[in-house]
């Protein structure tokens, strides 16, 4: 079983930045592929970005690429997730999400993702 923590969450005004950190305890990073997800208020949990075991592919939701970008330190047993230009519909819980079926070199599809955090709160006021 592995435990994700999730941090850096917080509240913020539009435009402004914010990174978020998911610390796993696998301590092989490597054997993991990274994603997070998002739940605004009243909707359903939905896809943001993933990134591969090897660090050499990831893919975003339509509505934040070009403004947040998921890296991964397998040194440190962390995948990040930077947030740039906020905006007031990126308010959510941002959940940390992981994966060790797929190849290092794959993409996880979403329904694959199996270990799951407990979620940090992300509030961007106007």
């Known amino acids: 079983q592995v435990q994700l923590a999730e941090s850096g969450g917080g509240l913020v005004q539009a435009g402004a930045s914010l990174r978020l950190s998911c610390r796993a305890s696998?301590?092989?990073?490597?054997?993991?592929?990274m994603g997070w997800f998002r739940q605004g208020p009243g909707a359903g949990r939905e896809f943001v970005a993933g990134i591969s075991r090897d660090g050499r592919k990831s893919e975003y939701a339509d509505s934040v690429k070009g403004r947040f970008t998921i890296s991964r330190d397998d040194a440190k047993n962390t995948a990040y997730l930077q947030m740039n230009i906020l905006k007031p519909e990126d308010t959510a819980i941002y959940y940390c999400?992981?994966?060790?079926?797929?190849?290092?070199?794959?993409?996880?599809?979403?329904?694959?993702?199996?270990?799951w955090g407990q979620g940090t709160q992300v509030t961007v006021s106007k």
């Open positions: 696998e301590p092989n990073l490597s054997l993991l592929a």
């Open positions: 999400t992981a994966d060790r079926t797929t190849l290092p070199e794959i993409l996880p599809k979403f329904r694959q993702y199996n270990y």
